[in-house]
């Protein structure tokens, strides 16, 4: 029976690639491309399979021995508040957004969240300094930047 969902086409291939995961030959001829019309990675993959999972996600162990711990299903309930907040803001499919965070849990659940509007992620590490971000600025366009200003319509695109 073929894959109906983008979400069992990519299972799917990636059982594929499990059953052969010691035969790279028998792998690489029974391996084909899911190629669903739409398919969004955070939306039809990670979400259905985060939902309701209390597994552990993200760990993050800070320099000074802190940690942040979030399950499966925090980082979607998470993402999804970061994306519709976007969104709100008038972040949508194909817009860029510049993202400067460093190794935190909002870095992984502002992707997700962008990942889920179809947006584009510029990232940029906070080591960066202002010529640098400035010309990031300049030459990406973004959408968003700033704590959340909208650059003005007439820089966009």
């Given amino acids: 029976m073929r894959p109906s969902t983008p979400t069992e086409e990519f299972r799917a291939a990636r059982d594929t690639l499990l059953r052969h995961r010691t035969d790279y030959d028998a792998a690489r001829a029974a391996f084909e491309w899911p190629r669903p019309e739409r398919f969004n990675w955070a939306l039809d993959w990670f979400d259905p399979i985060a939902e309701g999972n209390d597994r552990l996600a993200l760990h993050i162990v800070e320099e000074n021995g802190t ?34 965070l460093g190794n935190q849990a909002e870095l992984w659940e502002t992707l997700l969240a962008l990942m889920k509007l179809r ?32 650059t003005p319509a007439s820089s966009r695109r």
């Fill in 67 to 100: 940690e942040r711990r979030l399950t499966f299903d925090q980082m979607r309930t998470r993402s999804n508040r970061v994306a519709n907040w976007l969104r709100g803001c008038g972040v949508g499919p194909g817009d860029r957004v510049i993202l400067m």
């Fill in 119 to 150: 947006a584009v992620v510029i990232p940029a590490t906070p080591q960066l300094g202002p010529h640098d971000l400035t010309d990031r600025v300049r030459r990406a366009r973004p959408a968003m930047w700033s704590s959340a200003r909208r």
